[in-house]
């Protein structure tokens, strides 16, 4: 072949190429629809959560579900919402459009800018996997007609495309605003234990106590949630489940309180399972004697309910209790109320507006205190806003003296009835004062020199008498009791030495902590100029086109350092801040794990760190007597030690802390672990002796600093803390993903200590 028969023949290939070219496009099959609503959304109460989510997502602030015909042929179920409804345009681009983005580029409603709860574009499979047919009716508030959407999921089969398959869209004449759903031809059957199932899933959507008619639609109401069950063609629907037959039934106490347009104070509690109820008592909380207390000088017009909650599985029904405690973590405390509008963030999880963790953590009550231990509201009438005003950023009220006195009120008014029904309980109110130590020195000396005059005596009486046995009986009966006084007397000598060492040793530590709070002091304030002056550092490097990489390099690391300097100290300024007190008492090992991780997490993850906790969200984890600083001494500690043995790895590094409850034997548990190298076996029981470290010495040369890094002192304190309180410390074996496991045990609070 020659080279212009070559030629033509890669000219004729090349035309027939592009003859073959052509542009085409993805089709779907119909069947995409079943495939999608069965693989999507594989359980029916998973797909009904959804739809219900959307109605949410639209702004409804209430939600009917209905069962007609359950469990026979011809059942239906309808999601009936009064939300903002959909148009023409919201059915066709939306609702039929798969994989709409309409939630990505509106992420928040319309109405009441709520975060969007619906997983993008899966209501319409949810609809497909609860039934064969749906009918959906929409209305948009002011607009001149309504909707109606059939769609015949059967008809959407394998073989047929699914631009191929129409559903029915008409006009109706104009309804109520909102969107109702109707599912016929169920896939499945419906247990009331489903029902319920499903209820408890759109809980957290609800708003879980009453309030006044809403006034301003910019301002969310909440969102209610009821399921009905018809229970046949010829019975009233009965509510299966809601918010005061699955909780607020089942709590035990009901707390009251009001304030009258005089000022007046009074409260009452009007449900106790545990003893009498209290009718209205006056009450003022500057006045100790309530019989005739003053009236307030600036609140007027308030009223409060509040469930009061002994969470104890004894107490409640196994199911209601795990329901309870679940709820209460999330919307445990005292909301307010102002004119009918939610104010944040008090109620808010973790808002202390009333002060009663703090009173709780101190442990001066017995009662059950804490936020979590209260599901209530305080409303509050002021129209024209001279009593209350808020915050410009609408976030929280300022305080006035009405505010002042109303959260004084609250919390006396929380106190005085929780006091009283753990009374009624038979429990004791307040912790004992600690009794003075007896001289018991002294009396031991004076009975030791009493049995050896008495023994002295006998033996005179013994040497003079014909009959000498009697008085050595009393001889040998006093050598024995002075021989037993003698060894009480060296015991407490030897005590008192013990005693004397520790007294040692702590005035050394309160010193150093005293030296540490000095440091955190005066180098906290000069963080801040400190930080400005490396911020203009680098403002003139960019202003001036500074081009000296390692000039900034350095400038970056201190500014690093700085940061993690910061927020070091300001763990220990409150730290320090916090336990100023120097009684012991209880303390809260889940308030001091979840406290730690606020202080330090920021300080972490400058050093690539991810710290985790686990705590029971309900349960204070209390100690016996101690103080506050030991638990935050000893989480510094273990955080300090990981990060060391971390940076000798190249793991991941993580950090978990888990705090919970050895009921058998009466302990809290606190287990810290991390990714770092680990500890040998047989360093295990070393680790914790006075001086014994895994660092290498520092060369020579190094600087003081970091031969005083690592002198092994640091888990023997941990070890003489857990001992002092009566618990114990080890190293156990770390949970899977992790190499290190400390694990602190303590002796839980007693009730009758």
Known sequence: ????????????????????????????????????????VAKQETALVELVKNAYDADATSVIVSFDGRGGPGAVLSIQDNGIGMSRDDIVNGFLRLASDLKVLEPKSPLYKRTRAGRKGIGRFSAQRLGNRLVL???????????????????????????????????????????????EGLHDDWTPGQIRSCWRSVLALQQPFPVKPVMDSAIDPGFSVEFRDGGGLFQDETVVANMQTEILDHLPVIIEMRVDHEGKASWRITKNAFGELRSWRPIHHDARDNSDPPAYSSLRDVAMKAYHVILEPSLLPSVVFTRVRDILSREGGIRLYRNGFRVTPYGERDDDWLGLDEIYSRRNYLANLANRHFFGVVEVSDPEGVSFEEHTSREGLIETPAFRELRDLTSSVLITAATEIHADR???????????????????????AAMRAAREAAEVIANSSPDPAPAMLLVESAAAAEKIFEQQEIIIATEQRRVADEIAMMRLLSSLGMTTAEFSHETGMAFEAFRLDLERVFD??????????????????????????????????ATVASRALRE???????????????????????????????????????????????????????????????????????????ADRDAEDKQVRLRFCDTGDGIPTEMRERIFDAFVTRQSAPTSSASDNEHAQGTGLGLWIVEQIAANAGGSVAVVDPPKGYSTCFELLLPEESDNA
């Open 1 to 40: 072949m020659n080279t212009s028969e070559a030629q033509g023949g890669a000219e004729k290939l090349a035309n027939l190429s592009m003859a073959m070219t052509e542009n085409v496009t993805f089709h779907a099959d119909a069947a995409i629809i079943n495939r999608l609503g069965r693989e999507l």
């Open 137 to 183: 009716t929409t209305q948009v508030e002011g607009q001149p007609s309504s909707w109606q959407l059939i769609a015949d999921w059967s008809q959407f089969t394998s073989g047929k495309r699914l631009d191929d398959i129409s559903v029915i869209l008409k006009e109706l004449p104009a309804t109520a605003p909102g969107t109702t759903l109707r599912i």
């Open 426 to 448: 038979g429990r004791k109110t307040k912790t004992n004062a600690p009794s003075p130590r007896p001289e018991v020195t002294t009396a031991l000396s004076e009975a030791r």
């Open 540 to 573: 003139v490097a960019i202003a001036t086109k500074r081009e000296d990489d390692k000039f900034l390099a350095l400038a970056s690391r201190a500014r690093e350092a700085l940061v993690r300097l910061d927020t070091l100290t300001g763990y220990l300024n």
């Open 584 to 658: 012991i008492h209880p303390v809260s090992l889940s308030k001091a794990v979840e406290d730690f991780a606020r202080g330090i997490r920021a300080h972490a993850e400058t050093q690539s760190t991810t710290i985790e906790i686990e705590t029971p969200p309900l349960d204070p984890l209390y100690t016996v007597p101690m103080h506050e600083a030991e638990l935050a001494s000893v989480l510094l500690n273990f955080h300090t030690n990981a990060l060391k043995a971390m940076k000798r790895t190249s793991n991941k590094r993580k950090i978990l802390v888990t």
